[in-house]
């Protein structure tokens, strides 16, 4: 299933890219990556207290 999902990721980056220039390319890279993040975190595969509390020495 993730070499689809992959593939389907690349076309709608390549589309942004050639019919929205740069910006739209990197604003679909970005949320992309948030949403990406996110269901990771709903799944339980990532925890995001960790990754942004401070640790004291």
């Not at 679909?28 to 020495?57: I, Q, Y």
């Amino acid at each position: 299933m993730w070499p689809i999902v992959g593939l389907s990721y690349g076309t709608v980056l390549g589309l942004a890219a050639a019919f929205g220039g740069f910006a739209a390319f990197a604003l679909v890279l970005v949320l992309g990556l948030v949403g990406f993040v996110a269901g990771r975190a709903m799944e339980g595969e990532l925890d995001l207290a960790e990754m942004f509390t401070r640790r004291s020495a």
